[in-house]
């Protein structure tokens, strides 16, 4: 299956942690970086997820935020990739912003037009990517 | 691909408005109801989608919104589901309701515990599942 | 109507920006605080929203993002709220946080425990709360 989700990863399945109902997934991506993924306890059952399971993390576009100056701050979402804006296509009230993250791998976040232009966000800059462990999907082959 | 998104609705591409940056996407599902999705316009392009194409809607539990009385509300949400309670599985801080929303299909919401307890949600109970267009993942076979 | 997002502020539309697909919409709080929403031209006009009109700007727990330490920090989330923790609700995967902003409004947020842990998140401390312009539902009486 192709989908429409910019930001599709490789990784290994690293940690689970069960709640209730939801259930912690760390995968670690070729490269080392860790992506947290909260998914439902069945879904980790459905997938037949352990530590060790080859997955992928699939995070759609709009669930990203781009941020920058972020040395201080200390935020609750759970994955922040940092690198170097690769291109930015803008439109009337989204903007796409592409950031490279390293090992290969591009992020693309949709941010409205005013907030890309209040960052200051063109190519060749730094930023980072910005998502919360519950915008995450995960995929199994 | 297996994925942990909870709610996957296979369907037919019934119309496309693209913009500068992010395009329209309507699936009509077998069965008759419409999913509208936003993607951007390089996911559309890259999928092939055109009117005719069949392809699935995939939405996470965590984004889907529950709502009962809903027969006056009038929301931006383009994704409304109503139906049957068909289960209830709840934790601590969040809970997992699946709603039976006819033609064979259920659609899986997580919300938090403090609401299912405010609106009543109960096996049985008659209930709405909301979900944004921005919300909607498409995939391809 | 009655809605499982736990996040409904109401406001009057103070601005509207059109594209080929979004529009981005303005509300102005009661207390003066803005709100940006991103939804689809569709919406605006089955709403029949224009300035002035009087909405309601929907937003779920698990779309907010918690932040602090956050005075540099530029981010592309369009809206933050800061305040004071009122309330913390411990989970084993996630946390409800509630933070009071003034004007009488309280906003909730569903993080990790992780995150919540991580940023030594208690009642009482100060917070803010970050979520995007398309994480937001308008809705009209």
Redesign the interface.
Known sequence: ??????NVFSGTVSGI????????VTLTLTGGTPV?????N???D??GLAVGTEA?A?I????V??????????????NIMCGTVAKV?????????DVEIGGGNTI?????????R??GIKAGGHACA?F????V?????
Chains 1, 2, 3 share one sequence.
């Open positions: 299956m192709k989908l429409s989700a910019r942690t069960k709640g209730a109902v939801n259930a912690e947290v993924a909260v998914v439902t069945a879904s980790v459905s997938l992928c699939i759609k576009a709009s669930s935020i781009i941020g920058t100056d972020l040395h201080d701050a200390r935020v609750s979402a759970r296509v803008e439109g009337p009230v989204s903007t796409e912003v693309s976040a949709v941010i409205t037009h005013g907030s890309a209040n960052l910005l919360k462990a519950s915008s999907i995960l995929g199994v082959s």
